[in-house]
């Protein structure tokens, strides 16, 4: 006889329904998975190979095909343990992975390339100050060229700002009478005596010393110079000054000087 329960009345025969099984993560990898990680190790394995064989800061002995090796087991393993990973946890891993190749992309790309962002800054003063010479080293000024392709170089005469036209075909460094004026050249009292050829025919000019003329760190006291008769676009930085300096060039469209 079946127990009628403590009300008298017979035990239901359902019973709750059980909770529906979840899914759970498949423990064997698809064999998807697997052709992608073959595809992957054989990847790294080639490009190994290409490294020792074409590269030329490739390893060339045994002690670098040692790290190597270390290299490509760890990346093999790291790739090795995306097998069982969901596709989220997959997705993460090969993104924090993209991550850091980049940054040692970005660092390894800076270390071959450290001289020439040694330099980045000082183009950088170059191209914001153009005509200002800047310093690169001991007894060494850099200038820019200008928009127009020539080289103009910011100096002082006698303490005032003269930008002056690096000009190798003058023989004598020329003030324009607007920038000897500025000076405080009393340009109505020359004597203009010297004759020189120009693009415009004859021109005429006046001798004056300097009593300091200052490039940069270069100063030279004492400085001969010509004063132009006739109006010009801007004074000229001739081979008088040039012929002081240890020596000058163009190299990559700037103007290097140096003196002793």
């Known amino acids: 006889m079946s127990n009628p329960g403590p009300w008298g009345a017979p035990p239901s025969a359902e019973s709750d329904p059980a909770p529906a099984p979840t899914s759970a993560r498949s423990s064997k990898p698809s064999w998807r998975r697997w052709l992608a990680w073959l595809l992957l190790a054989g990847v790294i394995i080639a490009g190994l190979a290409l490294l020792g064989r074409w590269a030329p800061w490739g390893p060339r002995d045994s002690y670098d095909w040692t790290y190597v090796l270390m290299w490509g087991v760890g990346i093999v393993m790291f790739t090795g343990a995306l097998l069982r990973a969901t596709r989220r946890e997959a997705l993460r891993g090969v993104g924090f992975a ?105 021109g005429y000019g006046a001798q004056w010393t300097a009593d300091r003329l200052t490039i940069g760190p270069i100063v030279r006291q004492d400085f001969a110079m010509d004063v132009n008769k006739a109006p010009m676009s801007g004074s000229l930085l001739g081979m008088s000054f040039l012929d002081t300096l240890e020596s000058y060039e163009v190299r990559d469209g700037v103007l290097i000087l140096r003196w002793r």
């Open 98 to 202: 993209a991550l850091w190749l980049v940054i040692a992309a970005v660092l390894g790309m800076g270390y071959l390339y450290r001289a020439e962002l040694a330099e980045a800054p000082r183009r950088l003063l170059m191209a914001l100050n153009v005509g200002a010479p800047v310093t690169t080293g001991e007894h060494e000024l850099r200038v820019a060229k200008d928009a127009g392709g020539a080289f103009v170089i910011i100096g002082q005469v006698n303490g005032v700002r003269v930008p002056f036209l690096v000009d190798t075909g003058a023989s004598h460094t020329v003030l324009s009478p607007a920038d000897a004026q500025r000076i405080g050249i009393p340009v109505e009292t020359l004597a203009y005596d010297q004759t020189a050829e120009t693009a415009n025919g004859l």
